[in-house]
């Protein structure tokens, strides 16, 4: 193999092998990037987008298929990059069926990640909930509100062997939020308790009203 | 079968493909013999030359027969006159030709006679064949919708005006549409008699890099949508080393509305074998592939037509023309959508795969069909290259603008007087073509916007229609020149109706493969759904607002990128009437569901 290429990555100059791609760069120079395929011998079709990096002609370029030069420039945090990556997220997780408290990928999600880098909030404590389904707490008999939280603390009380209290607030996508009561129900707790427990952090919470509402047609 | 043109005039020609044939081949069968000179040979032509003019006893009817004119009864035209003739017995020739564009007088006829006016008669019927036909030998011709030129002598003649005199006529410049409605699309013969392969003649002479020179020169640019500068993309596949190369011939128009190719390649298919020779000639290709639709079964016939004539007189095949230069074309015709009429998803589907587009880089120019050096190009710039090659790069890059020259073939449909197909230099206004070629909106109407470049391309409000056709200003005004498609629309259509049919279209067609186009177009398709029912908020636009300019951004294909396009212009040029939808809850043109729900709430 002849010498290495060149690549600016945020302004941070990186040496990479011929052939690599512009991903195998920023994962070099450092910079934290999350990408759904990984790697860019695993999967090439850069159809998830959610990688996208702009060339200084201001293209938006798969980091993950884009191959890279010498001499290469790339920014992976201009206000256009962040802007597609939230809203193509946004719109991977609009059909995503999110049921956390029974997916396998509990407490190691990438969307659970990228979703809390790009401040994005609609996936339960769960999906970071480091209790497997069989530990659960909810399967214990006690009444945690990780299903109905959102995310983004690292499901700091569920890992010490506490309940979630629900303090980061609810989550507002109504399909997320019936399928949770139903689990919660499934389970044997009444909603009415649910409802109790959920007015301790949400008693000011315009999504209250709503919540009830939801609960009431489950 | 009776001596054509393309057959040896005597024993002394000698051309015989492939072992040996006639470099002059060509020029010889208008302007020969070359090779001898013998008063009887030259006769044969004269003769021949005369009754192409004017069939084989003076009187000839040429019929328009293509997926325009079939559409409206030209077939049961054809099938009067040929009984008409059979029955009064009459010498006349009867001879299919293509179609000229001029949507509106469809189905069409023209007689033609020595010594009269060549006389087009418009929206015939099968019950006015016969009138029309005696009343012409009669010498009368006051019945005609145009002269193809006047010769005068026939009665009602200044009644009628010529071609020339028409204005849809005279502001075209017909270059690559120049035979479109005049030759018999079957006939190889009528296609050289009006100038067929000499621009192939006069490349296989020139090195390859001198016939990229003249392209470069003549500012020719894709005409597929994106005007990407020809001469690039086939200097960057010359100068790949590889042992194949592939020319591929793009004749699937993925867009509603837009009509223009398929009336090229059914009108004059020998055009684009024409130019894919020259093509690959210039890139040192040895295939070519035509990919055609299912809507295109006509084109696909007429066009294997040609190449089996083509390769029958030494034009195609090997050792062409004795210059050792060999090409072969094949027809690819699949079930074509959307999708496939992006290059590289089209490549897939020449590939036997579903049609999704790939990862760019590789380009195609470097890594295209099967992993070869491809040069795609759209039908039409390959026809252009071919009227290039013939005439000569420095006539040529007159025409059109600075940056780009030569024509396009606009298809204009919709709310319109004369809907059709139109050749007009690349920076004509919109308003020309509009207004004075196209004869504005229908009486009684008046137009709102127009649909400029079909549905990736965006709508434009009438006020803002005078400028240029040509690649580089429309990107500033929010829209593309796509497929050269403009659509009328007029005051009684609802833009959140419009731009939910789009959309629509869109969610149906999006080949499901990156994100922000499977999902986004659905997302957007269900936030108009709302809107156009009554239910939207000001905060809905905002958010079709930022899906638009992410699906603009993040989409793999050119497709995807274009698909917020109609709805961005339309917010952008006609927000009024969105906020009369979200916020008044009517629908000022009263056909979203939203009005008739109000309709009924005051009955």
Redesign the interface.
Known sequence: MRGKVKVKVDGIEVEVDPGSVVLDAIKKAGIPMHSLCQAGELY???????C?VELPNGK?V?AC???VSNGLEVYTRTP?TL??RR??LE??L??HRIECWICKRKGDCILVKMANDLRLEGIPICAECPLHSDECLLNKGILCLGPLTVAGCEAECPATGGRCWGCRGPITREDVVVRALRRYRELGFTLKEVIETAEIFWSAHPFLEKFKLLAEGV | MSWTLMNRCCLKCWHKPPDNPCPNYVQCRIKGPLCHDDPECRELRARRLNELEFGRYGVKVRVAIASCTLAVGAAEVYEAIRDYVKESGLAIDISVVGCHGLDFIDPWIEVVRKGYPPAIYANVSPEEVEDIISRYLSGDVSKAFALRYRTGNAKGEFHVPTLDELVFWRKQVRLVSSNCGLINPESIEEYVVRGGYLGLARALRMRPEEVIEEIKLAKLRGRGGAGFPTWIKWKAVKDQVSDVKYVVANAEEGDPSAFSNRLLVESDPHILVEGMIIAGYAIGASKGYVFVGTEGDLAAERLKKAIEEAKKYGLLGENILGSGFAFDIEIVQDAGRYTSGEETALLEEIEGKRSTPR?R?PYPVTKGLWGKPTVINNVETLAHAAVILRDGWDRYATIGTEKSGGTKMVSVSGSIKRPGVYEVPIGTTIRTIIEDIAGGAPEGLKLKAVEVGGPAGGFLPVSEINIPLDYDTLPKLGVAMGSGVLVAVDEHKCMVDLARQFMAFFVSESCG????CR??TK?MLSILERISSGKGSEEDLELLK??G??LK????CALGNGAPIPVLSSIRYFKEEFSAHIREKRCPAGICPVSREVVRYEG
């Open positions: 090439r079709g850069a159809s998830c987008r959610l996208l938006l798969p298929a884009y191959p256009r802007r597609t809203t193509t719109l991977l609009a059909y | 990862v880089p493969k990156c994100v922000p999902v986004g997302t930022e899906l300019e992410t951004d993040a989409c793999l």
